[in-house]
């Protein structure tokens, strides 16, 4: 059974500082690791997406990926109140995505 | 280009009744996916179609059947309503199975 393992929170972080939210997958062959955030209520929405090892930025998003341990992780820098939601991790597994069951942030003024 | 459309978009229905709801992909894309995610629950995975033929399934029982058609359009449908299937239910479509999902606003359906 593929699986992928997120902590549930929620994570708590002032304003400002910095959002570090991990998974891990337990089938070696992934090839494709997404990050998606839903606001309490809406649809989940894409932030991000890397395939390869390392570090992926886009604005205040870092996705950092490392598949020897089997772990990919979204790194928020200068939090804001706005980025207090729900962040799902999805990894592409034998043309499926296999969802973690999300972790809920929330970020403090 | 047109998101994800997915109608109704709220919904009530008794116990024993049945219910379909609909799902029309992004232009272009071929596979659809449904998910059902209940309050504090992450999604729980449905089915997927790509190109009218059911690709993936989750582990739901045979009241939940869907179907595709050949415009990429999908259906849901869910036979015998229980009080346990209050949830919203998401569609999501993408280019090719375990591509990049993009997803509706939700049906949220509601079993009294």
């Known amino acids: 059974q593929k699986e992928v393992e997120q902590n549930s929170g929620p994570l708590s972080v002032p304003e400002g500082a910095i959002a570090s939210l991990n998974c891990t997958y337990s089938d070696r062959g992934s090839q494709s690791f997404f990050w998606y955030r839903q606001y309490s209520g809406k649809s989940p929405e894409l932030i991000m997406f890397?395939?390869s090892n390392g570090d992926k930025e886009d604005g205040r998003f870092t996705a950092q990926l490392n598949k020897a341990s089997q772990y990919v992780s979204l790194l928020i820098r200068d939090s804001q109140p706005s980025d207090s939601a729900t962040y799902l991790c999805a990894v592409r597994s034998n043309y499926q995505l296999i969802w973690g069951a999300g972790t809920k942030l929330i970020i403090k003024p | 280009k047109a998101g994800v459309t997915q109608t109704p978009r709220y919904l009530i229905k008794t116990r024993g009744q049945q219910v379909t709801l609909s799902c029309s992909p992004i232009s272009g894309h071929r596979s659809v996916s449904w998910y059902q995610q209940t309050p504090g629950q992450g999604l729980q995975f449905l089915f997927e179609?790509?190109?009218?033929?059911?690709?993936n399934k989750g582990n739901f029982p045979g009241r939940f059947s869907g179907r595709q058609f050949s415009n990429s359009r999908s259906e849901m449908n869910v036979s015998t309503l229980e009080l346990g299937d209050s949830a919203l239910y998401l569609c999501?479509?993408?280019?090719?199975?375990?591509?990049?999902?993009?997803f509706g606003a939700g049906t949220r359906l509601s079993v009294l």
């Open positions: 179609y790509f190109s009218e033929t059911q690709r």
């Open positions: 999501a479509s993408s280019p090719g199975t375990g591509d990049i999902q993009y």
């Open positions: 890397i395939y």
